[in-house]
């Protein structure tokens, strides 16, 4: 799988798609420099007179809840509905799922337009799946993400979503029964604000272009956790590892990928 992975970067890179952004406004720059970086064309759109125009251009939409209110989830809803109708892939980013009833309310109906991909912390796939032994703590995970297989399963077989459970190990499970391990990335990175934010982003670029969604998000988080890793080797703290990242889903060459890639199915 290492080379198709490998191939994938190459086509988002040669492709650019344009991905369109309803994100939170905490991470707004990081994620358009990160899809920059990666080789994609971002576009932040809220308004709700154009998302549903944007959304119908774009090679695909990526919904992150974090900043939520009452007028950008009336967006998020006119854009979910839009790329459901028109088969157009897209990302939820299930951001302090759990945290609110609001919040949680808003997910709820986000998930009937049936994304392509769900990424979340543990916590928020717990939660997102309505278990009673999930917290929330703000953005942050009190769970590890193999506590969140069971379910990320039920989101799986309710939704046809491929889920992304994203922390020290990545775990991405789909429909097909697929069920991959990745575990990159550095400790480091849960002290820049807005990584997960960046990777639900990125997956957005890579299932754009890519017809096997799953590859596509393993392709995804691979380049992020591989990115990290090598930037931390460089970095002096968090502010100068967030530089060191965008600078390396850049540049990063085949032969560091091959050499880091920690990739396992289960």
């Known amino acids: ?3 198709t992975l490998w191939k994938h970067i190459q086509t988002v890179k040669n492709q650019s798609p344009l991905i369109h952004n309803i994100t939170n406004y905490v991470v707004m720059n990081n994620t358009a420099n990160a899809l920059l970086a990666a080789g994609a064309s971002p576009v932040m759109a809220h308004a709700k007179s154009e998302v549903k125009d944007m959304t119908g251009i774009a090679g695909a939409l990526v919904i992150n809840i974090g900043t939520l209110d009452e007028y950008w989830s009336e967006a998020m809803l006119i854009a979910a509905e839009t790329a459901h109708s028109l088969n157009k892939p897209w990302v939820l980013d299930p951001v ?5 009833p609001y919040r949680d309310e808003i997910l709820q109906k986000l998930l009937q337009y049936r994304p392509t991909v769900i990424r979340g912390n543990a916590s928020e796939i717990l939660a997102l799946a309505q278990s009673h032994t999930a917290k929330t703590k703000g953005v942050d995970s009190t769970a590890s993400s193999t506590d969140a297989v069971e379910a990320a399963r039920k989101l799986v077989q309710h939704y046809e979503s491929v889920v992304c459970i994203s922390g020290e190990t990545d775990v991405i499970i789909d429909n097909k029964q697929r069920l991959l391990y990745l575990k990159n990335g550095h400790a480091m990175m849960a002290k ?7 990777a639900s982003a990125i997956i957005g670029a890579f299932i754009a272009v890519i017809a096997d969604k799953t590859e596509a998000t393993a392709a995804a988080m691979a380049l992020l956790g591989i990115a990290g890793a ?3 080797q460089q970095a002096a703290g968090p502010g100068s590892l967030q530089m060191q990242i965008l600078d390396k889903l850049y540049n990063l060459e085949e032969t560091e990928f091959d050499a880091q890639l920690k990739i396992s199915r289960g």
Do not use: H, I, N
């Not at 302090?96 to 609110?100: N, P, Q």
């Not at 820049?192 to 960046?198: F, K, N, Q, R």
């Open 1 to 3: 799988m290492e080379k």
């Open 96 to 100: 302090g799922a759990g945290a609110t």
């Open 192 to 198: 820049v604000t807005g990584l997960g934010c960046s």
């Open 230 to 232: 090598l930037a931390a």
